[in-house]
Nanobody, 119 residues
Framework: VQLQASGGGFVRPGGSLRLSCVAS????????MDWYRQAPGKQRELVAR???????KYANSVKGRFTFSRDNAKNTGYLQMNSLKPEDTAVYYC??????????????WGQGTLVTVSS
């Protein structure tokens, strides 16, 4: 299973971006998708999680600003990021956990997409 992350870019503080994470390949189901980020000199941290396409969890630092949604038919997750702050600057990575078939689980990571928030 391959994951393709996109949507990063440069934005001014207060601006918005939408990241996408598309899963492709042999997929029976996806139970969980996550977005992580890693800022320079810092450890990778969990930003948002969506379980079974509905239940979401967010890091305290992004609650109320970021929204994670899924289009199950397209095996795609979207991270809508509003009111962006300079401290949101990081490389954002998505992952997905699911099953290729009834017997084979998978855990896949996408490549990172850079988000830069600066005035």
């Amino acid at each position: 299973v391959q994951l393709q992350a996109s949507g990063g870019g440069f934005v001014r503080p207060g601006g918005s971006l939408r990241l996408s994470c598309v899963a492709s390949g042999s997929i029976l189901s996806i139970s969980e998708m996550d977005w992580y980020r890693q800022a320079p000199g810092k450890q990778r941290e969990l930003v948002a999680r969506i379980v079974n396409g509905r239940r979401t969890k967010y890091a305290n630092s992004v609650k109320g600003r970021f929204t994670f949604s899924r289009d199950n038919a397209k095996n795609t997750g979207y991270l809508q990021m509003n009111s962006l702050k300079p401290e949101d600057t990081a490389v954002y990575y998505c992952n997905a956990i699911g099953r290729r078939d009834s017997f084979t689980p998978f855990l896949s990571w996408g490549q990172g997409t850079l988000v830069t928030v600066s005035s």
